[in-house]
């Protein structure tokens, strides 16, 4: 029973015996606390994803021909049918 705790010691001092620096550690040179700005101003944020918006917009209409502003099928490479829930 003691050559088990005599074991069981070293191999517990064999894993805590990390050679890890700090700076090795992921995220290790990050601060504790975020530090606190002011947010953008609502009309900037709302322009911001506005744009955004639109943007994916025409890039969906383009490739599926559909309008998801409409919400209505355009001519093009797909055939979109009306399915009833």
């Given at each position: 029973?003691?050559?088990a705790t005599a074991a069981?010691?070293?191999a517990v001092t064999a894993v805590s015996s990390c050679s890890k620096?700090?700076?090795d550690i992921?995220?290790?040179d990050l601060p504790k606390k975020a530090k606190k700005g002011r947010s953008p101003p609502e009309e900037e944020m709302e322009a911001?994803?506005?744009a955004a918006e639109s943007s994916v917009a025409r890039r969906f209409a383009a490739k599926y021909n559909y309008d998801v502003v409409k919400d209505a099928p355009m001519d093009g490479r797909y055939e979109w049918?009306?399915?009833s829930l």
């Open positions: 029973m003691a050559a069981a010691a070293a620096r700090d700076s992921v995220g290790a911001f994803f506005a049918v009306r399915v």
